[in-house]
């Protein structure tokens, strides 16, 4: 079943989406998140995991997964990134948030080109 193989990538989405509309308030108030665009780093972190996340699954399926996994993730990051400020009052859409989630991704898809893709530990993402 082509779900099963995806069951990874869609437990990140969840946490990911999780993460992005939430409430302000409700975020943790800890001493390092006050760093200055520490929010960025995390939605670099997101997308970087998500995009690797969706790569595995795609190669199973012998597609062009160097092309699917960044243009999917962009997709999402592009969608969640637009609908932020729909679905929650206190957050907002941000165009550096975007950036951060396209950096990550780009990071991810060159990650797994020249690191990953051939080699036997693949299977552990």
């Known amino acids: 079943m082509i779900l099963r193989i995806f069951i990874k990538p869609l437990i990140w989405l969840a ?5 992005l509309f939430v409430p302000a308030n409700d975020l943790p ?3 390092f998140l006050s760093i200055p665009h ?8 997101l997308f970087f ?3 690797l996340l969706l790569f595995v ?3 199973k399926l012998k597609t062009k997964y160097l092309f699917y996994a960044p243009a999917i993730s962009l997709l ?3 969608i969640l990134e637009g609908t932020q400020h729909m679905i929650s009052a206190s957050r907002s859409s941000n165009l550096y948030d975007f950036i951060a989630n396209s950096a990550g991704i780009f990071a991810a898809a060159f990650f797994f080109y020249f690191f990953v893709s051939g ?5 552990y993402f």
Do not use: N, Q, S, T
């Open 29 to 31: 108030k800890k001493p």
């Open 15 to 19: 946490i990911i989406c999780y993460g």
């Open 49 to 51: 995991m998500f995009c």
């Open 119 to 123: 080699r036997k530990w693949e299977k």
């Open 57 to 59: 699954p795609f190669k």
């Open 76 to 78: 999402f990051a592009a």
């Open 38 to 45: 520490f929010d960025k780093l995390v939605h670099f972190g």
